[in-house]
Antibody
Framework: QVQLVESGGGVVQPGRSLRLSCAAS????????MHWVRQAPGKGLEWMAV????????QYAASMKGRFTLSRDNSKNMLYLQMNSLTAEDTAVYYC???????????????WGQGTMVTVSS | QSALTQFASVSGSPGQSITISCTGT?????????VSWYQKHPGKAPKLLVY???KRPSGISNRFTGSKSGNTASLTISGLQAEDEADYYC??????????FGGGTKVTVL
């Protein structure tokens, strides 16, 4: 079945880096734009970034620019989020999500992973 | 860019209808028919309820109806059920390849 599985979360010290992964299965990964969305404890959902189906274009929320980098490996059906200079404000559950329409990157999110928790703490 | 504005909470009795609003600006909700709605239960992944303002994915009950007028999008839940108690989020395309969520609305079934 169509599935996204995130990994790589955990406890990290402020200022350190972390790379999250998202493994896709059950669909043609290379045909879909992919997103990262996060939810801090007690807060709402926050869209972070999108990478086009072929990886040629990436867009980031203004608050994410500079410290976060999105990438994908279509040969492995994998999506990645590199996070640098982490602060306590980055503590959240991080979800990867698929664009609803193939070849699109600017629409709804129809498939979500279960999320991976990142805790930034000394 | 600030989150789209949603009321923090809405409540209703079983069987009633409730409407959740999502107010943006002419740069997001008002300019694009790319508004979606999500249901989120605690500890679970969000679930797509409505996309492109008013379309429902396969398997989503017709009790969930989306609409838009100007800079405000709305989600109406009819025939409210206990399992509808959850947080609901709107999301809109905001131009330049970016998307933005609303702050979320907690729905309580009395």
């Amino acid at each position: 079945q169509v599935q996204l599985v995130e990994s790589g979360g955990g406890v990290v010290q402020p200022g350190r880096s972390l790379r999250l992964s998202c493994a896709a299965s059950g669909f043609s990964f290379s045909e879909y734009g992919m997103h990262w969305v996060r939810q801090a404890p007690g807060k709402g959902l926050e869209w972070m970034a999108v990478i086009w189906y072929d990886g040629t274009n990436k867009q980031y929320a203004a608050s994410m620019k500079g410290r976060f980098t999105l990438s994908r490996d279509n040969s492995k059906n994998m999506l990645y989020l590199q996070m640098n200079s982490l602060t306590a404000e980055d503590t959240a559950v991080y979800y990867c999500a698929r664009s609803h329409r193939a070849w699109s990157s600017q629409d709804a999110f129809d498939v979500w992973g279960q999320g991976t928790m990142v805790t930034v703490s000394s | 860019q600030s989150a789209l504005t949603q009321f923090a909470s809405v409540s209703g009795s079983p069987g009633q209808s409730i409407t959740i609003s999502c107010t943006g600006t002419s740069s997001d909700v008002g300019s694009y028919d790319v508004v979606s709605w999500y249901q989120k239960h605690p500890g679970k992944a969000p679930k797509l309820l409505v996309y492109e303002v008013s379309k429902r994915p396969s398997g989503i009950s017709n009790r969930f109806t989306g609409s838009k007028s100007g800079n405000t999008a709305s989600l109406t839940i009819s025939g409210l059920q206990a399992e509808d108690e959850a947080d609901y989020y709107c999301c809109s395309y905001a131009g330049s390849g970016t998307l933005i969520f609303g702050g979320g609305t907690k729905v309580t079934v009395l």
